[in-house]
């Protein structure tokens, strides 16, 4: 029983499997008769508007042959709209019917259609272009539009109606024999578009006054016909305009050219027009034409070769009338003044500049710390303003000194320069100066950035401020340096009063009432950088050198004093045991003109040198308190004096 049940269920399922096959069968012959029929459905078609195409340019054609009038060009231009329209239609099939035998056989006559009305369009756009006629214009971009053959008629417009114009209008001979012959030019450029183009604005939508109604959408004349036309002109026509090797020129171009872009850009009439302006591709090949990285590096030699050349063993002094004292950093502010300025600076280089900005002031910087090094010589104030001229920059001299020791005969092996007291003076006020400055920088570059968009400012400051670091860094040694010459100066006198011993031992000198010549001479240093300065640095420095160097030539001075104050006190003493044991006045010490010993004129002097010391310290606006070791120095001859006083 359950065998036949089996052999029943697979007899049907056979049966059920054949049916099947059968409608598959059937369904396939259908669709394959189905694609048939439209395939020739498809090539119906074709040969319809192919018949139908001709028909129209037929009868079109023996209309005009008829009459002597021919059609209205409102006519013609509808004609066409019908011929596109029928043509969009067949072009449509013929793609859909692509690979059929039929559809080999009509294409010849798909091309002639095609051909006649490719001819009809140029001819009936350029009689409208011609007549200024707007209704054929826009029924003829209206069919170039149906057709989908847009950038044929802005490429035909190019040719036809640009091309001869940018000819007639670039000409080298007129630049190059015209004061301002290139902005002349391109006022001609900028008036193709107002004079020739309006109508085809007006149309397309591109124009202010064009009718929302009327507009025939899809074109850009400027953009695709114009633009283009203009760029291959100029590369073409003016080769020399994109050349670097004149930067004062180049940039001069460069500007006048950026500035025609953007005047043709406003042309433009929307943001969507500018958009596909900077898009093109002849748009950014005319941009790439101009060799701004050899501009800079033209740039980059001129400013860092004048900058190098005052950065030498030799510091000139600055030219009349600038605000520095040396040469040097005159130099460091012109050429960061240079980089900003409008006859060099390019806003597409703004990031090379700032970073040729920053260079300038580690460079100075490193400049300083290679001149507070240097030995300071006793070269007087004239003498420094005379220049030798010097082959080395200040970047070849070696601060090591273990170098280059091999050849004594070169000139990296001689031995570092020497500056001038004045020089170190200057060198510390233009420092402070160009510090005071560097804000100024900054408000410079402001402007310039907002041009490309840069907003964040704070990054720009902290990098100045940086610099600045640097800068300040350098100053301690400066200051070190003057008050060690000014200390050095100055008791290179005060030493002196190791000989006022020698003065009044066994000289019957009378009894001192002045102090001593020496004084005077140990503060004329002090003096003349107040009085010959006082212009050029600021009272704080001023107070700050004279403080550091008053207090170590008076500790000097006090160990001086005290030396030659023991000195006598052992003199005196040994005298008084020599008197004790001869018992003999012979060697009396008391002098005979007043009876004051010459031991207690010595006092006496040192005691009236320290007064009047002190005397010009106060005068020169300083505090004796602020003076270290002064109090001692006070206390240690005033006891001297009361001694001298007192006996």
């Known amino acids: 029983m359950l065998k036949t049940i089996i052999i029943h269920s697979l007899s049907l399922k056979s049966c059920v ?104 369009l140029e001819g009936l756009l350029l009689e409208g272009l011609q007549t200024s006629n707007v209704d054929i214009i826009r029924h003829c971009l209206r069919t170039y539009a149906t057709i989908d053959k847009t950038r044929d008629a802005e490429a035909l417009v190019g040719q036809v109606l640009v091309k001869p114009y940018i000819d007639e209008v670039i000409v080298e001979q007129y630049i190059q024999s015209h004061p301002n012959g290139l902005q002349a030019m391109y006022n001609k450029l900028l008036e193709f578009v107002p004079h020739h183009c309006r109508l085809l604005r007006e149309v397309t939508g591109g124009a202010i006054s064009s009718e929302k109604a009327d507009i025939v959408p899809g074109y850009d004349f400027l953009v695709n016909s114009v ?7 100029l590369e073409e026509k003016l080769p020399s305009l994109f050349n670097p090797g004149n930067p004062d020129v180049f940039h001069e171009k460069y500007t006048t050219t950026m500035d025609f872009v953007r005047k043709f850009e406003r042309q433009c009439g929307s943001q969507a027009s500018v958009k596909r302006l900077r898009s093109h591709p002849s748009y950014h090949s005319f941009n790439n034409k101009w060799n701004l990285p050899v501009y800079f590096q033209i740039r980059f030699r001129e400013i860092a070769g004048a900058l190098e050349e005052a950065l030498s063993d030799t510091l000139e002094e ?41 260079q300038i002031l580690a460079r100075y910087s490193v400049f300083i710390g290679e001149v ?17 001229p010097v082959g080395r920059k200040e970047s070849s001299v070696s601060l090591n000194p273990s ?61 100045l401020e940086d610099s600045k670091t640097s800068l300040s860094a350098c100053v301690p040694t400066l200051n070190n340096r ?125 005691a009236l040198d320290v007064e009047y010391f002190g005397e010009q310290i106060r005068k020169m606006g300083l505090e004796t308190s602020s003076i270290k070791s002064f109090s001692a120095l006070t206390e240690l001859v005033l006891t001297a004096k009361d001694q001298a006083t007192a006996e």
Request: charged share 25%; proline share 5%.
């Open 17 to 120: 499997s054949e049916g099947i096959q059968a409608v598959d069968d059937r369904m396939a012959k259908q669709e394959d008769i189905r694609r048939k029929k439209m395939c020739v459905l498809r090539l119906i078609h074709v040969i319809q508007s192919v018949e139908k195409i001709e028909k129209i340019l037929h009868s079109q054609g023996t209309k005009e042959l008829s009459s002597l009038e021919g059609n209205s060009p409102l006519l013609t231009g509808q004609v066409l709209e019908r011929i596109a329209t029928e043509f969009n239609q067949l072009q449509f099939h013929a793609v859909q019917s692509k690979g059929m035998p039929l559809l080999d056989k009509v294409r010849p006559r798909i091309a002639g259609i095609t051909a006649m009305l490719q001819q009809s």
């Open 227 to 233: 633009w283009p036309e203009i760029v291959h002109g």
């Open 318 to 358: 600055a030219p009349a009338g600038s605000s520095y004292c040396l040469l040097a950093t005159h130099m460091v502010w012109t050429s960061l003044l240079k980089c900003w300025s409008d006859q060099m600076f390019l806003p597409l280089l703004a990031h090379r500049l700032w970073k040729l900005s920053l």
């Open 372 to 388: 507070s090094v240097r030995p300071i010589s006793s070269e007087k104030m004239k003498e420094s303003k005379k220049s030798v």
């Open 403 to 463: 170098e280059d020791q091999g050849n004594g005969a070169s000139p990296e092996s001689q031995p570092l320069p020497s500056i001038s007291s004045t020089q170190l003076v200057y060198v510390a006020a233009d420092l402070d100066k160009l510090q005071d400055q560097i804000p100024d920088i900054l408000e410079m570059i402001k402007p310039k950035l907002e041009m490309i968009g840069f907003k964040n400012v704070s990054c720009i400051a902290g990098a």
């Open 482 to 606: 003057i008050i060690q010459d000014l200390s050095e100066s100055s008791f290179a006198y005060l030493k002196s009063a190791l000989e006022v011993p020698r003065l009044y031992r066994r000289t019957n000198k009378e009894v001192p009432t002045k102090a001593s010549p020496y004084v005077d001479s140990a503060l004329k240093p002090f003096y003349r950088l107040q009085n010959e300065y006082k212009d050029t640095l600021k009272q704080p420095m001023v107070h700050q050198w004279l403080e550091g160097a008053l207090s170590e030539s008076t500790q000097k001075y006090y160990e001086t004093v005290s030396d030659v104050l023991s000195s006598v006190k052992k003199m005196e003493e040994s005298l008084k045991r020599l008197k004790q044991a001869r018992r003999t006045t012979t060697s009396n010490p008391v002098g005979t003109n007043g009876g004051m010993s010459d031991d207690n004129k010595i006092r006496l002097q040192l």
